[in-house]
C-alpha cells in the first residue's frame, strides 16, 4: 500500500481532466475517476462540489485508498473461498432478494412519476413566484499559489509586483507549477469558480475584495500555509433565467404531484389488501 500512496497524488491530479481514465489497477481490476467520482458524491449526498477547494483533493485521494482497500479485501475473499461459503450464500440470498424489492419499487415509481405531467403555465408561475431561490450569489475565478512560509511568499509577491495584464497571469502560472505546495499547482495554481463562503474565512475575505487581474499585496495566511492569490475573474450575482432552471422546476413540481398521487395510491392499495 505505501507505493500506491506515493503516486496517488500525481495521478489524482490529473485525472480531474478525464472523468472516465483508469487511476489505478489492482490485480487486474480498474479504478476509474468515474468510480471515485461516485464514491464521492454518495459521501457527501451529493455535495461535492461545496467542499472546500484545498479539501477536495485530499477527499478524493482518501476515497481512491479505500477503493483500492475494497478491491484487495475482496480478491482475498475469493482467494480464500469465501464466495463458496454457505455463509457468503445464505446472506447473499437475502441482499439479492431485499435489492430486487428495492429495485421493483423504485421501478415502479418512476413508471409514476413519469406519467405525471406538469404545464408550462405552473411551470412559469413557480418561476415568477421564487424568483429570489434563483438567484446566483456572487462569485470569483482565482489562482494561488501555496507556500509553507511567509518569507517565500513575500518573495513571489516581490517578484509579481511589477507584472500587469497578460504577463502577470503567465509568470503566476508558472510559479503556481514550479513553487506551489498545494494540489493545484500543476494547473497554475487554478482553483475555478466559487462563492461566498466556500473558502475559509482568511482566504473568502482576501479573494472577493480584490480587482480583477491583480494579486494580493500580502500573503494571505490560512492554516494550510501563505497564499498569493490572483484573480482571473469575478461574477456579480445574477438571476438564473427561466430556461436555466425550468427543468429543475418541473423536477420539483412533478416531485410535489408525486407525493400527493402516492398517498392516494396507497389508500387504494391498503384498502384491497389483507393486512391482519
Request: no cysteine; proline share 2%; glycine share 4%.
Given at each position: 500500500?505505501k507505493k500506491a500512496?506515493?503516486?496517488?497524488?500525481?495521478?489524482?491530479?490529473?485525472?480531474?481532466?478525464?472523468?472516465?481514465?483508469?487511476?489505478?489497477?489492482?490485480?487486474?481490476?480498474?479504478?476509474?475517476?468515474?468510480?471515485?467520482?461516485?464514491?464521492?458524491?454518495?459521501?457527501?449526498?451529493?455535495?461535492?462540489?461545496?467542499?472546500?477547494?484545498?479539501?477536495?483533493?485530499?477527499?478524493?485521494?482518501?476515497?481512491?485508498?479505500?477503493?483500492?482497500?475494497?478491491?484487495?479485501?475482496?480478491?482475498?475473499?475469493?482467494?480464500?473461498?469465501?464466495?463458496?461459503?454457505?455463509?457468503?450464500?445464505?446472506?447473499?440470498?437475502?441482499?439479492?432478494?431485499?435489492?430486487?424489492?428495492?429495485?421493483?419499487?423504485?421501478?415502479?415509481?418512476?413508471?409514476?412519476?413519469?406519467?405525471?405531467?406538469?404545464?408550462?403555465?405552473?411551470?412559469?408561475?413557480?418561476?415568477?413566484?421564487?424568483?429570489?431561490?434563483?438567484?446566483?450569489?456572487?462569485?470569483?475565478?482565482?489562482?494561488?499559489?501555496?507556500?509553507?512560509?511567509?518569507?517565500?511568499?513575500?518573495?513571489?509577491?516581490?517578484?509579481?509586483?511589477?507584472?500587469?495584464?497578460?504577463?502577470?497571469?503567465?509568470?503566476?502560472?508558472?510559479?503556481?507549477?514550479?513553487?506551489?505546495?498545494?494540489?493545484?499547482?500543476?494547473?497554475?495554481?487554478?482553483?475555478?469558480?466559487?462563492?461566498q463562503g466556500q473558502?475559509?474565512?482568511?482566504?473568502?475575505?482576501?479573494?472577493?475584495?480584490?480587482?480583477?487581474?491583480?494579486?494580493?499585496?500580502?500573503?494571505?495566511?490560512?492554516?494550510?500555509?501563505?497564499?498569493?492569490?490572483?484573480?482571473?475573474?469575478?461574477?456579480?450575482?445574477?438571476?438564473?433565467?427561466?430556461?436555466?432552471?425550468?427543468?429543475?422546476?418541473?423536477?420539483?413540481?412533478?416531485?410535489?404531484?408525486?407525493?400527493?398521487?402516492?398517498?392516494?395510491?396507497?389508500?387504494?392499495?391498503?384498502?384491497?389488501?389483507?393486512?391482519?
Open positions: 500500500m500512496k506515493i503516486i496517488l497524488s500525481t495521478i489524482l491530479l490529473a485525472s480531474t481532466f478525464l472523468s472516465a481514465q483508469t487511476l489505478v489497477t489492482v490485480n487486474g481490476s480498474e479504478i476509474t475517476q468515474n468510480d471515485v467520482d461516485s464514491a464521492l458524491m454518495n459521501a457527501t449526498q451529493g455535495r461535492f462540489n461545496e467542499v472546500p477547494a484545498e479539501k477536495q483533493a485530499q477527499f478524493r485521494q482518501q476515497v481512491l485508498e479505500q477503493l483500492i482497500g475494497k478491491e484487495l479485501a475482496y480478491d482475498d475473499a475469493k482467494k480464500t473461498g469465501v464466495l463458496t461459503s454457505k455463509e457468503f450464500k445464505d446472506e447473499y440470498d437475502k441482499v439479492q432478494e431485499r435489492v430486487k424489492k428495492e429495485l421493483a419499487i423504485q421501478v415502479w415509481q418512476k413508471k409514476i412519476i413519469d406519467g405525471i405531467a406538469v404545464s408550462e403555465n405552473d411551470l412559469k408561475e413557480y418561476y415568477n413566484k421564487n424568483k429570489e431561490e434563483f438567484n446566483e450569489k456572487e462569485s470569483v475565478h482565482a489562482r494561488h499559489i501555496l507556500l509553507k512560509t511567509q518569507a517565500e511568499a513575500d518573495t513571489i509577491i516581490a517578484e509579481l509586483k511589477s507584472l500587469s495584464g497578460d504577463k502577470l497571469k503567465e509568470k503566476f502560472i508558472e510559479l503556481a507549477q514550479t513553487k506551489s505546495t498545494g494540489p493545484s499547482g500543476p494547473k497554475g495554481g487554478d482553483l475555478g469558480y466559487f462563492s473558502m475559509v474565512p482568511a482566504f473568502n475575505d482576501a479573494v472577493f475584495a480584490m480587482k480583477v487581474g491583480t494579486i494580493t499585496p500580502a500573503a494571505v495566511q490560512t492554516q494550510f500555509g501563505y497564499h498569493v492569490i490572483y484573480l482571473e475573474d469575478k461574477k456579480a450575482p445574477a438571476l438564473k433565467s427561466y430556461d436555466e432552471v425550468k427543468q429543475f422546476i418541473e423536477q420539483r413540481l412533478k416531485m410535489e404531484k408525486f407525493k400527493t398521487v402516492m398517498n392516494t395510491k396507497m389508500d387504494e392499495l391498503q384498502k384491497k389488501a389483507t393486512i391482519k
